[in-house]
């Protein structure tokens, strides 16, 4: 209950989104059939919360966060803690380098491109392009390396002993693991969408982040394809195999809510800015994985509100289902977000709590909801 | 002596109310349960942990719920009747599935057993070409459901409630996370039961649902069920205690 020095305590970012898929199976059944929720009497198309919440936090790991800057840092954060515990400049700069080494990625060379290899270990730029993602060192973590350091004087090779790579991070985790993690151990994607470790609660995290199923604005029904495949060489008559599939096409309404609060808490009031310049950028790509293969679906967002807000959370529930009109069954879905959106805004009076707001679409990219996000963050913290 | 009463609206697409699932079939109850509703209050304050204390103020204090449905009009003019309910959804999950336990990042998402240790990988590959551990789930949602609550306070407590439910600490969700609310849960305290009853008739009017049943704490004309969910204490350790409800349909 101690938010008193939460200065983001009670705050959200919202972000309704509207966005069209074509012919696609975003998200399956046990049946293999696209998902449907009843809404307003009518069935609507559906892709579970968990579904694309996986996508959101998989497409983390590529982009928003600068991995490159990450792994600098945690050189960094070993070599500053070193040369507190009175290691040399260079014996600090080892140990750094040791632990950042941990976590770039090679590329794949099978043997025969050691060259390659060699001058891109000597090129930072290229091999902190090749950097994978990786834990977020906590300070309490940082100190515990700089501790193993320096009982054995500063020789980083007396911690980490294993040559290969995936042995070592394996020494690393040893080294930090056993004891209580801390909240900015498990970085951001983790204070983002928490951790649940049944009966270690420890190790638990409360996700910032909240994503409800997305729901179409308007009736959808399953449509069955019905498909044979020919065999080239075929001796018989008739198909060589038969099958069917089902999709349907739909403009879902996501709703997605970013606990500031809650985030703040997580990362133990650092990389604000970041987390959240990542996880809308996040958003904004992520898209199902299911069936992508025979149904490529890949729309981006049609159009979005974000709202910055305190107040209880709300959902545009699109409870009558939206008609086409005009041909076009986006247009009236953004009105009927807009105007909800309004009116409520209207009806909440001051405990809609609007602290700020953006509308994806028309004038504004991505780019700039970012821009505007991080600008409202910086001026809160 | 000072009781208060406040008004919840409880209105959403999906919601799940949860009393005693287990493994992986997630159940709901066909209405809010006394831990959920306390949940969400404890939510918008900001109290997190076990709160013996707060729950114990709490948990024996009243409960009623009235479900709405929504409504169609009447043959001939006739006054408005009930449309059907919608079947629960089921909604499958399956946890954990093709994450590569070769990169050191994705391995943090393959789910743990208690000892935090990873399930074991196996050795070959899944039949999708993935490897480790998957648990399956079924989650049973509610659709389209729609809730008066009507829940007694201790008039100490009535005024930090109704600012915190207003203007909460942490997320408000209707028994997952995921279900988001569609309306303003709030809808003011009261001095009385009637009162209060009397603005959720107003708002249910408004939005054309009719009441379909109640559910009232204790003993009373109809079907009477017991459910364990009083909670007592919230946090890791989670512990209820049970209660005798009774259903009666309208």
Not at chain 1, 177 to 182: A, E, P, S, V
Request: hydrophobic share 40%.
């Amino acid at each position: 209950m101690n938010q008193q020095n939460n200065p983001f305590c009670c705050q959200r970012i919202e972000f309704h989104i509207l966005q069209s898929f074509p012919i696609t199976c975003l998200n399956r059944d046990d049946v293999g059939a696209p998902k449907t929720a009843v809404v307003g009497g009518t069935q609507r198309a559906r892709v579970s919360s968990q579904c694309w919440k996986r996508q959101v936090r998989l497409a983390l790991h590529e982009m928003g966060l600068p991995q490159g800057t990450r792994t600098k840092l945690i050189a960094n954060l070993i070599a500053a803690g070193c040369k507190e515990q009175r290691a040399t400049e260079e014996q600090a700069e080892k140990c750094g380098q040791k632990i950042e080494r941990i976590f770039i990625k090679k590329p794949e060379t099978k043997g025969k491109n050691k060259k390659a290899v060699a001058e891109e270990e000597t090129e930072p730029e290229a091999s902190l392009e090749q950097t994978d993602t990786l834990l977020f060192l906590s300070p309490t973590e940082v100190r515990k390396i700089v501790n193993a350091f320096k009982d054995k004087g500063f020789d980083p090779d007396k911690i980490i002993t294993q040559k290969d790579a995936k042995k070592q991070a394996k020494e690393l985790a040893d080294l930090i693991g056993k004891t209580k993690l801390d909240y900015e151990t498990d970085g951001i994607d983790i204070a983002l969408f928490g951790r649940m470790v049944a009966q270690a609660a420890t190790m638990n995290v409360e996700a910032a982040s909240s994503f409800a199923h997305a729901i179409s604005t308007h009736r959808v029904s399953n449509e069955v394809e019905f498909f044979t495949a020919l065999d080239d060489n075929k001796e018989e008559q008739g198909s060589a195999h038969m099958g069917s599939l089902e999709f349907n096409s739909a403009t879902y309404y996501r709703y997605v809510s970013l606990d500031l609060g809650q985030l703040w808490t997580n990362l133990a009031g650092s990389n604000m800015i970041k987390a959240v310049e990542a996880f809308t950028k996040a958003l904004f790509i992520a898209i199902p994985a299911a069936r992508q293969t025979t149904m490529s679906g890949a729309s981006p967002w049609d159009f979005a509100r974000i709202i910055v807000r305190t107040g209880q959370r709300l959902q545009v529930p699109f409870e009558k289902a939206v008609r086409t009109e005009n041909g076009s069954i986006l247009e009236p879905s953004i009105a009927a977000l807009t105007t909800y959106l309004d009116k409520q805004k209207q009806l909440w009076g001051s405990m809609f709590g609007e602290l700020g707001m953006i509308e994806y679409g028309g004038d504004n990219g991505i780019d700039d909801v970012v821009f505007y996000l991080k600008k409202i963050i910086a001026k809160a913290s | 002596m000072g009781k208060k009463y406040i008004l919840l609206w409880i209105e959403a697409p999906l919601q799940a109310w949860g009393a005693d699932s287990k493994f992986g079939r997630r159940d709901t109850l066909p209405f809010p349960t006394k831990s959920g509703v306390l949940g969400l209050v404890l939510c918008a304050m900001g109290a997190s942990g076990p709160q013996n204390d707060l729950l114990a103020k709490l948990c024996s204090r009243e409960l009623q719920i009235i479900s709405y449905v929504r409504s169609k009009p009447g043959k001939n003019g006739q006054a408005r009747v009930k449309v059907d309910k919608e079947p629960l959804l089921r909604d499958f999950h399956m946890v954990g599935s093709g994450y590569d336990d070769k990169d050191i990042w994705q391995t943090l998402l393959i789910p743990m057993k208690w000892d935090a240790i990873k399930k074991k990988a196996n050795k070959s590959k899944n039949a999708d070409g993935t490897r480790g551990g998957v648990k399956m789930t079924y989650r049973y949602y509610l659709q389209d459901a729609c809730f008066a609550v009507l829940l007694e306070l201790p008039a100490d407590m009535n005024d930090s409630i109704s600012d915190a439910l207003q203007n909460p600490v942490y997320d408000l969700y209707f028994g997952r996370k995921n279900c988001v609310p569609a309306e303003k849960i709030f809808q003011g305290s009261f001095e009385s039961i009637a009162e209060a009853w009397q603005k959720a008739g107003i708002l249910a009017q408004n939005k054309q649902l009719l009441e379909d049943f109640r559910v009232l704490d204790g003993e009373y004309d109809g079907d009477i069920m017991t459910l364990n969910d009083v909670p007592v204490q919230f946090g890791e350790i989670k512990k209820y205690r049970d209660r005798r409800v009774t259903v009666v349909s309208s």
